[in-house]
């Protein structure tokens, strides 16, 4: 089973609840790919409308694939190597049909989810017995717009904290998009 | 139950596995703490030996709890007003001691963990029996220093990826400090 992670950068909203394109992040691209490496992603689409935003994300790959980043670091080129620019959504999920001879399932996933109708451990296990590959999706910025929220096969379930620790649970979920993409490897394809 | 973490800047390994001070990293002192808040987390100590570099850390706090940040993102101050520097891991867990009373059990993490002698599943039961404070100890760089990893009075064992799943299983394991703080934090306290 071939499973794709995408970046979102439009249509998100911002911290207004409009739909923006946000901006590249460094970081985001070396630490979901390294996260991708880690528990056997296929490939990482960054995804953004605007060219010259796809073309930082080249940048950035090359200097760690082929530039000087490659020789000080050889372990960030195998995470590195795996991140592409995608204009779209549906750009990604074109790549991926061409690459597998089948469109992925397209599993969307957000901190407020009401309308939530895939749980971790069944995706987990859906994981293990189908044979579509299936593209993961996060949404930078204040997260992915309600339309592609709508769109997608599958919703998944907001991370949340066990609701049964500790006295304080007030409903406090901001986690970085780097930290939610992270957990949501492990919760799918970790070593627990 | 306290639960606290420490970010160590020193001692750590770095790439030539020699002991070294680390800098200061903006975005894991963002991350770190936006996932310690998330997971209820009592508090976050950055560990650094630097006068100038725990100078930094009230800055950044500083910034984001009673500065302009605080006002832009009040739900980043939330996250902030908990973490606080400390010059060594000794001075975290005396500070530990005098606010419950008790040494915290100092679980260390490390992505080599020969020695391991905590598993994921028994630290999590653990948490919800027992009344002592626990602290629990990410280094930076390559990993936190020997010493330390031997001085703990548990070692957990490495995050890996499910090596039942797919036919790529070769042993990469190179997360960011962020993403491992978010995926342990899961791992004990999250809601799969």
């Known amino acids: 089973m071939a499973i794709f992670l995408a970046l979102v950068h439009h249509p998100v909203l911002n911290k207004r ?3 923006v394109a946000t901006a590249l992040t460094n970081v985001d691209v070396h630490d979901i790919s390294r996260s991708a490496r ?3 992603i296929d490939r990482l689409y960054v995804v953004t409308p605007v060219t010259l ?3 930082m994300v080249a940048e ?3 200097h760690w694939t082929v530039g000087e980043g490659a020789r000080l ?3 960030r080129a195998e ?3 795996r991140v592409t620019a995608a204009s779209s959504l549906e750009a990604a999920c074109s790549a991926i049909a061409e690459q597998c001879g ?3 399932l397209v599993v969307v996933t957000s901190a407020q989810m009401p309308d939530a109708d895939a749980t971790w451990q069944g995706l987990r296990k859906q994981l293990r017995q ?3 590959p299936v593209l993961i999706v996060f949404g930078t910025g204040w997260g992915l717009a309600p339309d592609v929220l709508a769109a997608a096969d599958l919703r998944l379930a907001a991370i949340v904290r066990d609701p049964g620790f500790g006295p304080e649970d007030d409903g406090y979920n901001h986690l970085s998009v780097r930290s939610a993409t992270a957990i949501a490897l492990d919760r799918l394809l970790g070593s627990h």
Do not use: F
Request: hydrophobic residues 25%.
């Open 102 to 104: 089948q469109p992925p």
């Open 73 to 75: 670091n050889p372990l």
């Open 38 to 40: 880690s528990y056997g």
């Open 53 to 55: 935003q796809q073309r």
């Open 130 to 132: 189908d044979d579509r």
């Open 79 to 81: 995470a590195m190597c």
């Open 17 to 19: 609840g409009e739909v």
């Open 60 to 62: 950035i790959v090359g």
